[in-house]
């Protein structure tokens, strides 16, 4: 009798968490929360300037390869930092991703979102005081440069998300944030930019399973295109995005 | 891996040297005596392999130690073409230097025939003071013979640590034949890739220089595409074509790195 009411306890327990843990997660990659992603357009810009997408097959084409770029070069960062939470890690994480972004442009927006993400974190889920003694520690001088694939990661793994859900979410704000900048870049209308953000989730499922779960020694970019079409977007005479 | 080759440059009588030179198969070094200007100090070491390019399954692996003020120029002798791949080997090179003067690393681009597979690693160990100059680019395959990105895998990384283990700069590229979207898909026309990184204090002026010149050819070829995205694009219409050379430099810490894509293998840079 008492056994069942235990067992029964602890599945409630454990329903309730599942509950309020998918609160949060939906929040964190709802766009609605103020990362400032809307400001980035993954050198989409730049490649419309530089005339490489020229339609929306284009665009899908473009998308898609950036999403494998971000498995192949930023999921290792999630995962790890997802794991592993904590402060040193973090620290060294933030470190090699620094060195790993040679392209300046790309390395800051990362900055940028990656800040942007860890102040907005610390204030939301303040159930989690590790982030804002994380941050504060981490604030001024050159102790951390902010970078956004390991706060994501730091975020979601103290959220309580495990590596896996972790890294298919930083695949699909990637992923939210490409359709927004091409909406607004009219590249497609936002009816058209839903359909075949479904369409592309399919893709991005796969390359999540053949790019997830790697180490950060093994990072790698697999697209150097869209790397120096990022690095162009300093040279656009009119842009609407930063990157 | 076992090593193939060491490489030691020394400062002997006020002059840069090879002081140790060893290599074994498949590699070899040729130290010429007389290749720069004779008022100029500096040492060229030449890297063959033999047969004229990596077959399957060899492995290079080599170690470069440059003295303190010392100026080297490390290039080869033709571009390193990679042969195709029997049974999935892969051929690689491993370049280990330890610098605190000047080293310029020049090779002919790297040139991968139909299926073969490719990857080499340079690790870069430099101080505060250290001058590097490393070129490092490939071609889409042999052109002539209709090969363009034919090749199964290409793997290229360069590291740099500065005072033994912070890194710098880590830079791995990875082009695998097996992936989502072809290479060719991924390449867009364009036939060689080349990145150019610039660090130390040696080389300001050609930083600021690459700098701006970047800066200048690239504002020329970007705009938007005339009439409108959503138009029919005419592929004969300038507007509509992309530009045959695509650049961008960017400032990384104290050096400057320098990426771009060309859609003829003919060029120069």
């Known amino acids: 009798m008492e056994s069942k009411k235990e067992i029964d306890g602890a599945k409630e327990g454990t329903a309730s968490m599942t509950s309020s843990l998918q609160w949060s997660q939906w929040q964190l990659i709802d766009s609605i929360l103020p990362t400032g992603g809307f400001a980035h357009s993954f050198g989409i810009e730049a490649a419309i300037q530089a005339r490489v997408i020229l339609n929306p097959e284009d665009f899908q084409t473009y998308v898609i390869h950036v999403l494998e770029n971000t498995g192949s070069l930023l999921l290792p960062y999630v995962c790890s930092a997802a794991m592993c939470p904590d402060l040193d890690n973090w620290r060294k994480l933030d470190r090699m991703l620094d060195a790993t972004l040679t392209n300046e442009v790309s390395r800051k927006a990362s900055v940028s979102q990656g800040s942007a993400l860890m102040r907005v974190a610390a204030a939301v889920f303040t159930e989690i005081p590790s982030l804002k003694t994380m941050r504060e520690m981490s604030l001024g001088s050159d102790m951390a440069a902010f970078h956004h694939a390991p706060v994501f990661g730091i975020v979601c793994g103290l959220l309580g998300m495990d590596s896996e859900t972790s890294q298919r979410a930083y695949m699909f704000i990637t992923l939210r944030d490409a359709f927004s900048a091409a909406t607004r870049l009219n590249l497609v209308g936002p009816l058209g930019a839903a359909v075949l953000q479904h369409q592309v989730s399919i893709a991005a499922e796969t390359m999540l399973k053949r790019w997830m779960n790697r180490e950060v020694e093994d990072a790698c970019q697999t697209a150097p295109l869209l790397d120096t079409l990022q690095g162009c977007h300093g040279y656009l005479f009119s842009r609407l995005f930063s990157s | 891996m076992e090593r193939t080759g060491k490489v030691v440059v020394e ?183 080349a990145m150019i990184i610039l660090l130390g204090p040696k080389l300001k002026h050609i930083q600021s220089e690459v700098q701006e010149n970047v800066k200048r050819m690239m504002s020329e070829q970007l705009h938007m595409p005339f009439s409108g995205i959503n138009g029919r694009a005419q592929s004969n219409s300038r507007h509509f074509t992309k530009p045959p050379f695509l650049a961008s430099c960017s400032v990384f810490g104290p050096k400057v790195f320098f990426s771009c894509f060309h859609d003829t293998i003919d060029m120069v840079i």
């Open chain 2, 11 to 193: 400062k002997v009588g006020g002059k840069s040297t090879v002081t140790r030179c060893f290599s074994k198969y498949p590699l070899k070094f040729i130290v010429p005596s007389k290749v720069g200007p004779c008022k100029i100090d500096s040492v060229w070491i030449y890297s063959l392999t033999y047969g004229g390019g990596i077959v399957s399954g060899d492995s290079i692996s080599c170690e470069f130690e440059i003295g303190d003020g010392c100026t080297t120029v490390f290039t080869t002798q033709a571009s390193t073409k990679v042969y195709k791949s029997v049974g999935s080997k892969c051929s690689a090179q491993f370049l280990e230097f330890g610098s605190n003067a000047l080293l310029a690393i020049l090779p002919d681009p790297v040139t991968c025939f139909s299926t073969a597979r490719y990857s080499q690693k340079q690790v870069f160990r430099v101080l505060l003071d250290s001058n590097l100059v490393i070129v490092d680019w490939f071609t889409s395959g042999r052109h002539e013979s209709g090969e363009k990105w034919d090749f199964d895998l290409y793997k290229s990384t360069n590291n740099i640590f500065l005072n033994d283990n912070q890194p710098l700069f880590l830079d791995t590229v990875l082009l695998e034949q097996q992936s989502i979207s072809p290479i060719n898909e991924r390449m867009r026309d364009y036939q060689v890739i």
